[in-house]
C-alpha cells in the first residue's frame, strides 16, 4: 500500500489542519465541486464556501454535487473569475484552494491564467485570516501550464519570511503528478 499521500489528498489534510467548523473559505476553481464538496462539510453547518468558476458548466457540476450530498446550503457559487473574489467577499477566510488547469471532462481551452491566478492569490492574501491557508494544485504538463506555474513560483517564492511560510509538495520521479504550493499566513 501507498502510504505518501498523493497531491490532493495532502491538500485535503493540509486545509484540513486550518479550518474550523463555521469558518468562512474560498475555493477558487469549483469544477466539477470536488474541493468545494470537501470544504462545505469541513464547515459545518454554520460555515459557508464561496466557489468560484468561470464556466456555466462547472458551477452546474458543482451546485449538482452539493445537492446530491444535501450541503448546497452551505454553499455560495459565483460564475466570475477569481482574479475578482474581492468584489463578493468583505469577510476573513482561512482556507482558500486552488486546482489549476482545466475542467476535467470540459473545454480543455478553458483554463487557468498566470495574470489571473497570480490576482486571485493576491485578492486570498488580502481576505486570509492570519493563521490561514492557501493551497494551489499546479500541473505542468500542458501547453501554459508551466508558463504559469513559472510566474507562480516567482511570485510566492517572493513573499515577506516574516508574514508567509510557502510550501512545495512535490513528487520528484514523476512528471504526471501535480504537486501543491501552501502558503501559510502567519
Ligand atoms: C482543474 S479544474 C478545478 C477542479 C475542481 N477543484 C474540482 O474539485 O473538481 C480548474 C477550473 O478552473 C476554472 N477557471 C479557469 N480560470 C478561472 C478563473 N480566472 N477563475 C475561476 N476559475 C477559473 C476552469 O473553468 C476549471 O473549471
Redesign the pocket.
Known amino acids: 500500500m501507498q502510504k505518501l499521500l498523493r497531491t ?1 489528498e495532502f491538500a485535503h489534510m493540509t486545509v484540513g489542519r486550518f479550518v474550523k467548523s463555521g469558518d468562512s473559505v474560498i ?12 470544504l462545505a462539510r469541513l464547515v459545518g453547518e454554520k460555515g459557508r464556501v464561496f466557489a ?4 456555466e ?2 458551477i452546474i ?2 451546485k449538482n454535487l452539493l445537492q446530491q450530498n444535501g450541503l448546497i446550503s452551505r454553499a455560495q457559487l459565483i460564475k ?5 473574489i474581492e468584489k463578493y467577499i468583505g469577510e476573513e477566510v482561512s482556507a482558500v ?8 471532462g ?2 480543455h481551452s ?4 498566470p495574470n ?2 497570480i ?2 492569490v493576491e485578492a486570498s492574501l488580502n481576505l486570509l485570516s492570519s493563521e490561514g491557508v492557501i493551497t494551489l ?1 499546479v ?1 505542468t504538463g500542458h501547453p501554459g501550464e508551466q508558463e504559469e506555474w513559472n510566474y507562480l513560483e516567482k511570485y510566492v517564492k517572493n513573499l515577506n519570511k516574516k508574514k508567509y511560510r510557502v510550501l512545495l509538495y512535490k513528487f520528484l520521479n514523476t512528471k504526471e503528478s501535480p504537486f501543491l504550493v501552501a502558503v501559510e499566513k502567519l
Not at 27 to 38: K, M, P, V
Open positions: 490532493l475555493d477558487a476553481t469549483a469544477g466539477n465541486g470536488n474541493d468545494t464538496l470537501f468560484f468558476d468561470v464556466q458548466k462547472a457540476n458543482t466570475d473569475g477569481h482574479e475578482h484552494m486552488f486546482n489549476l488547469g482545466y475542467l476535467p470540459g473545454d478553458i483554463v487557468t491564467r489571473h491566478t490576482g486571485g494544485v500541473y
